[in-house]
């Protein structure tokens, strides 16, 4: 931390120090070093901790999607985002912890390492310091907004061990990425030494510490927790609204092949069209804004017209009856802050011609 170098009275430094003083005492009754795994808080099955390490925070989601760094982290729009990554969506487990005084980032990334790999997991990429991004970015611990939900930063608030252990100005900055093949999970792991903390810290303490962020992601369907809309459903949106979006057609992320548990939606957009042999229909393609504007246009195209080829093949409708086209996240339903936004704008839309 800087501070601006002034010249002040006696008796003003008196006060300043007698506050100072205060507030130092004050941070460490307020949020002193924890000595056990905070309350309610345990390790997943199949995932080990380094040895001696107290758990700060963990966070579940039984489907999310992540685009783990594989290359230097950079700011985009002032996000963190990196420019090249490993995409995966499963089963996701985020937790943080503070390991014994005294280890290095090192020792510990090396710990997850050798532990992984028995278990099959292969090193799919592995940086330090300014090779893993910009060094602002890395002492301001920016790297970690692209291994955490959004839902993190406010969970945590500014006192919590968890915003203890992360600190500004960071140093010794590792990360390692593995991928076990055989079982599709992956599992990232950062780790750090903690600088600058905040007022409520008992800073002394939790600088001795490293901090250590793991994230795991297995691979595992999403639950289809959307009801298929029945041809009739769709015919009265389209008669009320011109449009109606459709969840049940599902992809792979980043691509265009229709997966199939999709054919219960596409069931009835076939019935719907033989129903009413005159409709006409925009088949248009939404996506998220994970990924450039330029390549989701493509995508949200292709997805678009991979839904009309088989509309065409599997039910015999008449291609001059259909247009496919994307609009990829220009269109939104819903915010891309947080994977619950995301998913409602990832869709298809049958609107009229």
Request: glycine letters at 8%.
């Amino acid at each position: 931390m800087t501070f601006q170098h002034r010249l002040l009275l006696p008796s003003t430094r008196l006060l300043i120090g007698a506050f100072l003083l205060c507030a130092s005492a004050l941070a460490q009754a307020a949020n002193p070093m924890p000595t056990k795994d905070l309350k309610g808080l345990t390790d997943p099955d199949g995932l080990k901790r380094y040895t001696g390490s107290i758990l700060t925070y963990r966070d579940d989601a039984a489907y999310d999607e992540l685009k783990f760094p594989m290359g230097k982290v950079i700011s985009k729009d002032d996000q963190a985002v990196a420019a090249r990554s490993l995409d995966r969506s499963g089963q996701r487990t985020m937790l943080q912890y503070l390991t014994p005084a005294g280890k290095s980032a090192l020792e510990v990334v090396r710990n997850y390492q050798q532990d992984l790999k028995a278990a099959g997991y292969k090193s799919t990429f592995e940086c330090a310091g300014e090779a893993c991004g910009a060094a602002d970015w890395i002492s301001r611990g920016y790297f970690v907004s692209t291994l955490v939900s959004g839902a993190y930063w406010s969970n945590i608030g500014d006192n919590s061990p968890a915003a203890c252990g992360g600190g500004a100005n960071v140093g010794d900055f590792r990360y390692a990425l593995l991928d076990n093949p055989a079982t599709g999970s992956t599992v990232a792991v950062a780790a750090w030494r903690p600088g600058i903390l905040s007022a409520y810290c008992d800073e002394p303490e939790y600088q001795k510490r490293t901090s250590v962020v793991v994230v795991k992601v297995d691979a595992k369907a999403r639950e289809q927790a959307m009801e298929t809309l029945s041809a009739s459903e769709m015919g009265k949106s389209l008669d009320s609204s011109g449009k109606v979006a459709v969840y049940g057609i599902l992809f792979d992320t980043n691509k265009a092949d229709i997966k199939p548990e999709s054919r219960a939606s596409l069931d009835q957009i076939g019935a719907l069209l033989k129903q009413q042999t005159g409709l006409k229909l925009h088949v248009v393609g939404h996506t998220d804004n994970v990924g450039t504007l330029p390549a989701n246009m493509d995508l949200s195209k292709r997805r678009a017209e991979a839904v009309v080829g088989d509309l065409a093949s599997s039910y015999g409708i008449a291609r001059n009856r259909l247009t496919g086209n994307g609009v990829a996240s220009l269109a939104l339903v819903a915010s891309n802050r947080d994977e619950a936004g995301r998913a409602k704008n990832r869709r298809v839309e049958l609107v009229l011609q």
